[in-house]
């Protein structure tokens, strides 16, 4: 079985710019979540999606935004960048949200904003 | 909300010592503490879990146990191997919410 997908693996943008990171969950899994890890950090939560909705948002402006697909795939999108987004941007998946089920990582994106 | 301090920062331990690492939380309602290892350039890999209803879980080399009137767990591993050598990370979640996690321990396992 395929883990948890994302592409693209790294990205190289310029300020200002908007970036659209995508992830394949699990096949089966209904549940996405997105995090953002800054070097020497543990991973912080941005947005948790279930059956394609918003389950849940972290302590991040506006300019994030997520969606999920009928499919279970999602996009993260964060618009007019700034030299603090550059990260390693995570996505977790799992089967639901109702009780404290094991969630499982992707590799990541390493976005770089210059 | 939850917060999740995560002690040592770094270890440096011998081939075939013991390494344990530490975490308390802060919400009493949190019920779920996972273990990720991150080696570099790679995401979070689950190692071990444990639920509020159970104090003590054990997979071969590796062991966590929780305190939850000390609001507290940890990671043990035995007999460590260099290839043990990577960031781990603990987690804690109350059930619909997010992994709340700790900065981190960079394990270093010299042969």
């Known amino acids: 079985d395929a883990g948890v997908t994302q592409s693209p693996t790294h990205l190289i943008k310029t300020r200002g710019q908007h970036v659209t990171l995508r992830c394949s969950p699990i096949s089966g899994h209904k549940s996405v979540s997105w995090y953002q890890q800054v070097l020497g950090q543990g991973p912080q939560f941005i947005f948790q999606y279930y059956e394609k909705e918003e389950r849940g948002r972290g302590n991040f402006p506006d300019r994030f935004s997520a969606r999920q697909f009928p499919n279970y795939s999602s996009e993260l999108n964060v618009n007019a960048l700034l030299l603090g987004d550059s990260a390693l941007y995570l996505c977790a998946s799992s089967s639901g949200t109702s009780r404290g089920t094991e969630a499982f990582f992707g590799q990541g994106t390493r976005l770089t904003v210059v | 909300g939850e917060n999740v301090e995560q002690h040592p920062s770094t270890l440096s331990v011998q081939e075939g010592d013991s390494a344990v690492i530490k975490c308390t939380y802060s919400?009493?309602?949190?019920?779920?503490f996972p273990w990720y290892k991150q080696e570099l350039g790679k995401g979070p890999q689950l190692i071990i879990d444990?639920?509020?209803?159970?104090g003590e879980k054990k997979d071969q080399r590796i062991a966590v146990t929780l305190n939850k009137t000390a609001k507290h767990f940890s990671l043990h591993i035995t007999e460590t191997q260099p290839e043990d050598s990577a960031v781990y990370f603990c987690a804690a979640m109350r059930a619909g919410t997010a992994l709340i996690f700790g900065k981190g321990t960079t394990l270093s396992v010299s042969s």
């Open positions: 919400d009493s309602a949190s019920n779920y």
């Open positions: 444990i639920r509020s209803n159970v």
